[in-house]
């Protein structure tokens, strides 16, 4: 079976491929740490053989995590590295070692599934926006904060921004004016990302030319506005690692 890793800044992301066949998913998880991570995979009804990882975290933790799980569960681990080119898309970025491998893994996968113009949009720690033109050449892209960040911040610079987990997610559940301290900062950075891909969508559809296709993934997907078709692809960095790494 293959194990398949993505490690963001605040998750690990991971998933067991059967390589036979459809490459149905085995088994699938989320950990923040090493050490829950190992736990879980250990305790999987499977034999892990082959194992691949993206990680955009720094490269002496990067190499602890591999380190670990090559370990433990015995195996060869091979780590997606940053290219010039791959699955015909031209790393936009005038150091291409300096795109996250993530943004980069992502862009891969979304290029494969539709081979034309298309915006990548993922929602994680970090809100990253990339731009793919029609035969592979990617513009460039933009990174802002994400939800918990824009809502943490906002927690940790004022005395009385003060609620729980429970009543953010409570808050979510609409975006009609806030009546509570929770609703009105929820809502607030909740509007705010929705113009943002809005705007970001518009501005992709002036750089691309035409209607680009719109791609999402990421952790906070479900908190889109559906204003407009996109394409939701939860595991479009896998898409790409597949891409990077083939066993
Ligand atoms: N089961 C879950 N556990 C934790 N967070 C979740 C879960 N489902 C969705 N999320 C949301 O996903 C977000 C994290 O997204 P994601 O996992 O894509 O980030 P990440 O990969 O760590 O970040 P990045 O790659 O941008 O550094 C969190 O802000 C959280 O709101
Ligand atoms: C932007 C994040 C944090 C998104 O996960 C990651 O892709 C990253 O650390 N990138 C490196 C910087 C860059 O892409 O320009
Ligand atoms: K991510």
Redesign the pocket.
């Given at each position: 079976m293959i194990l398949e890793l993505?490690c963001?800044?605040?998750?690990i992301?991971w998933r067991v491929l059967d390589p036979i066949g459809q490459g149905s998913i085995l088994g699938s998880g989320?950990a923040t740490e090493a050490d829950g991570l190992l736990v879980e995979l250990l305790s999987l009804p499977v034999t892990i053989s082959k194992c691949r990882l993206v990680s955009?975290r720094s490269d002496s933790e990067t190499a602890l995590l591999v380190g670990a799980i090559a370990r433990s569960l015995g195996v060869e681990v091979l780590c997606a590295a940053a290219s010039e080119k791959l699955g015909g898309v031209t790393n936009g970025y005038k150091d291409f070692q300096r795109l996250g491998l993530?943004r980069w893994l992502a862009i891969v996968g979304a290029y494969q599934l539709c081979r034309g113009p298309c915006v990548v949009i993922?929602l994680?720690?970090?809100v990253t926006v990339d731009l793919i033109d029609e035969g592979g050449q990617h513009l460039g892209g933009y990174i802002a904060p994400?939800?918990?960040l824009l809502t943490a911040q906002l927690r940790t610079h004022t005395k009385r921004i003060l609620y729980d987990e429970q009543e953010a997610k409570a808050a979510l559940s609409d975006v009609a004016p806030g009546r509570s301290t929770s609703e009105a900062v929820e809502r607030g950075c909740l509007k705010m990302l929705h113009s943002y891909i809005e705007s970001q969508i518009d501005s992709a559809a002036h750089y691309l030319g035409g209607q680009p296709e719109v791609f999402v993934t990421?952790?906070?997907v479900s908190l889109l506005a559906e204003r407009r078709p996109v394409k939701k692809v939860p595991d479009l960095v896998f898409k790409g690692l597949a891409i990077a790494c083939p066993l």
């Open positions: 993505d963001g800044n605040s998750f992301k989320i955009v993530d993922d994680g720690t970090a994400g939800m918990s990421g952790g906070d």
